[in-house]
């Protein structure tokens, strides 16, 4: 099931650049549009965006295209991701689209696509999107009386905001934490903040001033130096970074130290283990959360079950076996009693809930288990998804013997960049180290030959 656009998070790339063209966003518009006009009510779309540059020209495009095939459009503004995917179902959407590229810089873009369930398309859908974009599009265009209108939602953030309160409990209060958060110069840098203070908490705001450029520049959950340097400077509780599009939380505790989505996740899941909310006595997560985790989870009688890298395939897994709780080591947590995709800002609010009621300090309530020393480096290479896998798996399997017993390796193509990702876990980190980047030299003399 090969695809020509679509990639495992959305169609991405560099803006202006093939596919993240107008001229390809306009296609897109139209495609998926007229697969989503099923029936005869009058069919709507909701575009949310995050605050880069390029969002505007894609926005506009898609608009275009969306309107010619006969849909209406709702147009969100900068908006986190899951939101966009809330606010589909609330307004009855047939279609709901993030344009963002997360955590990437702004010269990248890209387009999300929600069903009306809210949840990301199917590689069907996707395939049969694919298929009306390589078409003469201007077959799909309708009559003039019939083109879509479109308009702005006003009241998107306040709805977005209430929803997330709403998940708490009526009268819990996040007065007395001090509470440091770095937006990115994204897609939460209004809704964020206004969440936490509303629930009471003393807010400080970093990566809050987007200019279209800075987009996750030196800020937010990929970049945590100035988050760290903020959390210890303010002598604050908690230091919560979100990425560009806020769908990835990671933490930093009051001591500075970094609190993984792992650990995240670990939190939440023993608190609903004891509430009795966490179903089937098991969460989801990637083969590249660490295995001192999976340990941890273990003692406390809960199972990890495994999957693929990509919240997609998490997402899957937790639908398929009825879990409510699942995400990534990156720090997508996906909480599906609330949410159908990782939601970094219903993650903070949900932990801080917890360290509310616990009357702990973050670091004692993550600091639960230690990991198994992990090493993840990459290999830039384009053509990452055109690689042998036979090539790939005998390079796995002679790492891994180097390593021993309880050594790990993962050698996998990004579905977002172009880089080959490489991690590595064992005892020794000196061995696993050395060969990890043997493994590196390994893909330069193979792939580059």
Not at 123 to 136: P, T
Not at 241 to 253: E, F, P, S, T, Y
């Amino acid at each position: 099931m090969n695809k020509k656009y679509f990639g495992t998070d959305g169609i991405r790339g560099k803006a202006n650049v093939s596919p993240m063209t107008p001229e390809i966003a306009l296609k897109v518009g139209m495609a998926a549009g007229s697969v989503y006009t099923s029936g005869s009510h009058r069919h709507r779309v909701v575009i949310g965006k995050d605050t880069r540059l390029s969002g505007y020209m894609i926005e506009s495009a898609l608009v275009a295209g969306f309107t010619s095939v006969g849909i209406d459009v709702f147009l969100l503004g900068p908006m986190p991701t899951p939101a966009v995917a809330m606010l589909t179902r609330s307004m009855r959407a047939d279609l709901g689209v993030m344009i963002s590229a997360s955590h990437n810089e702004f010269e990248d873009n890209g387009i999300k696509l929600f069903g009306p369930d809210g949840f990301k398309l199917s590689d069907e859908k996707e395939l049969e999107i694919e298929n009306n974009i390589d078409v003469d599009v201007s077959s799909l265009a309708v009559e003039a009386s019939n083109i879509g209108r479109a308009k702005r939602i006003d009241d998107a953030q306040a709805r977005y905001i209430e929803f997330i309160k709403g998940t708490l409990k009526r009268n819990l209060s996040f007065e007395g934490l001090k509470i440091v958060i770095d937006c990115a110069n994204g897609a939460s840098y209004k809704v964020a903040p206004l969440t936490l203070w509303e629930l009471g908490a003393e807010v400080v705001s970093i990566g809050v001033s987007p200019d279209g450029f800075n987009i996750n520049k030196d800020c937010g959950s990929t970049s945590l130096n100035n988050l760290i340097a903020k959390v210890l400077e303010e002598k604050a509780d908690i230091g919560i970074a979100l990425d560009g599009d806020a769908d990835r939380i990671i933490v930093i505790d009051e001591k500075g130290s970094i609190v993984d989505g792992d650990k995240l996740m670990g939190l939440i899941a023993v608190e609903w283990s004891k509430q009795g909310k966490l179903k089937n006595n098991g969460i989801v997560s990637t083969l590249m959360s660490n295995l001192g985790f999976e340990n941890y989870l273990k003692k406390q009688k809960i199972d990890l079950h495994r999957t693929k890298v990509g919240d997609r395939y998490v997402v899957e897994c937790m639908r398929e076996n009825n879990f409510n709780i699942g995400g990534e080591q990156s720090g997508h947590i996906v909480m599906m009693d609330y949410s159908s995709t990782g939601d970094g800002l219903l993650a903070a609010v949900q932990i801080l809930s917890v360290l509310v009621e616990s009357n702990e300090q973050i670091s004692s309530l993550c600091n639960k288990f230690d990991n198994i020393p992990q090493v993840i480096k990459n290999f830039k290479y384009i053509d990452s998804k055109n690689i042998d896998p036979k090539f790939i798996e005998s390079l796995t399997k002679t790492s891994e013997e180097k390593l021993g017993k309880f050594g790990r390796i993962v050698i996998r193509p990004s579905g977002t960049e172009s880089l080959i990702r490489v991690m590595g876990e064992a005892e020794d980190q000196k061995l696993l180290e050395a060969v990890v980047d043997d493994i590196l030299i390994e893909l330069e003399t193979g792939l580059l030959r």
